[in-house]
């Protein structure tokens, strides 16, 4: 899971981050050294993106891909995947022997952890009072509160 | 937070920085170089928001040119200071290029991306806030946009090499060394 000023780190060198979210990451900054390590570094990006030159040649260069009006990654992979899972929605079949297996599939930030934590309390409360294990394919078994 | 805390609690962080990739003395030496511009320079920037990245673009600054005083005393390379032409106070023309070269290869990083890393980066380079791209997307929370981004900055950074500097020496070592490293 992202360190919570992580989130905030994209937003430096593009100089796009509103006065709330300046004030709370260079405060977080002062206090952190991986932080203060991490805006240094991309001190280099922001010179290079501070460049009128540099950043109508990167401007240019997104807005021609824009116009080419290619099929986007995602929608490939999302097509594939409906393909490969079936296009029907079916109820969740429960085992009436633990544990039940679900493996959530989806694309980069299509809501697999948001689902996972919406899921949690709805299961974790039902009477069997099953718990729920993320693994992660890469990482193996992750504390409850760490994302799918 | 007054002035004095906040330039208190940056010396630190400074120093530590430039201990982790240098020898202590010259950490000391760039903290106090970098504090001295702060102090002569710019007494009146009080606010957090306007010191944090000003302190950055000067560490920055006082890091390569102490990698460019190194490189004329010949500190990476025992060579003869009648080889060394004479040091041009202006840009750097080998950084100029380096820098040229960086932007090309950030240009080819961003085509290897899926199309909404692409369209967050122009919309961040066209100077929308998050919560302006938030309200573009159509997304309800800006959680969700957060998310992305990371994302799409880690997919850039690990195409650009786990770096998007320069890469200066550091001084008293005999090779090349990553100096602006990233997460």
Known sequence: ?148 | MTRDQIIGQLRERILAFATSRGSRDVAEDLAQEVLLVLHKKYPQVTELTELVPLTFQILKYKMLDLHRRNLRRGEYHQESIDDQPLADPGDDPAMQAEQKERVGQLIEALQQLGARCKELFRLKLQGHTFPEIQRIFGERSINTIYTWDSRCRKQLLALMGGRWGTTIPQAGEGKKKTVERNL
């Open chain 1, 1 to 148: 899971m992202a360190t919570s000023w992580e989130h905030l780190l994209g937003g430096y060198a593009t100089n796009t981050l509103t006065d709330e979210e300046k004030r709370q990451l260079y405060e977080a900054a002062l206090n952190d050294q991986a932080l203060f390590d991490a805006l240094a570094d991309e001190e280099a990006l922001k010179v290079m993106l501070a460049d009128p030159e540099a950043r109508r040649r990167i401007l240019a260069s997104l807005e021609v891909t824009e116009r080419s009006g290619g099929v986007s990654d995602e929608k490939v992979k999302w097509e594939e995947l409906r393909d490969l899972l079936g296009h029907e929605q079916s109820a969740l079949h429960l085992s009436s022997q633990p544990p039940t297996v679900i493996m959530m599939v989806g694309l980069q930030g299509s809501g697999k952890t948001t689902t996972t934590g919406k899921l949690f309390p709805a299961v974790w409360d039902k009477p069997r009072s099953w718990p729920l294990w993320p693994i992660s394919p890469t990482s193996g078994l992750l504390p409850h509160n760490m994302p799918c």
